[in-house]
């Protein structure tokens, strides 16, 4: 007799997060997938290459793409930066926009609202931070952002207290299309672990350094290796452009490295499970944001 056993219908797809720095992005793809797959930070621009996060609703898994923040690009990271997050939209299966409600539609905003309904995909749009404005206020903001492009849904949330979040992810585990998983059950992200103990401290950088340190430094690991004990040797090299903040990471009798130190490795030992032995190197190059090298390091395209 063939077998009659129920088999559930699965889904599976690809859902871009568009916004501006800030916006919100990595908090809620942090708080959807359940850990951290995306840093956190004061700091704008932070998420400079395709991050990955996975997640299962149900029978649905909804990977969702956290791109760098949409700015107004000005050096060659930042036109780099900008082309990667409009790439991923295009090649997801849904676009998510995220406006900050804080901000409310500034010229910004509305630039980006206009470009996304450029994007052949159906779009939603998710409005954040909405515990900062009034009900009237962030319902004036709704109707403002679609009539700049004609969104399938709205959401209101706040990725930060995880409000209007059970909404969002019970559509998007309905609007994915059908089809076999693409990772397993299991699977949080597809960044390599190295890649991850990189930005986790980039974070710890800027948290620690927001004021002084420049936007153009960047953390590489460069070695990872299993101890025979079962711990791991990480050796991770912060590159900075002048010899004055190269003092500055460093600190008076290298106090501030070792707390950059502290807190990146209790979190990279917390990711890996594992305990975690991390020896950071600060290095001077000189427009490193020039080199090829560095942004196939980070992920992204160097643009010509």
Sequence with gaps: MPDETPTTETRCGFVALIGAPNAG????INRVVGTKVSIVSHKVQTTRSIVRGIAMFDASQVIFVDTPGIFRPRRRLDRAMVDTAWSGAHDADLVAVLIDVSRGIDEDARALLGKAGQVAHPKILLLNKIDTVKREELLGIAAEANQVTNFDRTFMISALSGDGLDDLTAYLAGAVPVGPYLYPEDEVSDVP????????????????????????????????????????????????????QKKIVIG??????????MAARREIGEIAEKTVHLFLFVKVRENWGDDPERYRAMGIEFPK
């Design 193 to 244: 672990i190295r890649q991850l103990a990189s930005e986790v401290t980039r974070e710890k950088l800027f948290q620690r350094l927001h004021q002084e340190l420049p936007y153009a430094s960047t953390v590489e690991t460069e070695s990872w290796k299993e101890q025979p004990d079962g711990s791991i040797k990480v050796e991770q090299v912060i590159f900075v452009e002048r010899e004055s």
């Design 25 to 28: 992005k990595s908090t809620l």
């Design 252 to 261: 008076k009798g290298g106090e501030t490295i070792k707390a950059i130190s």
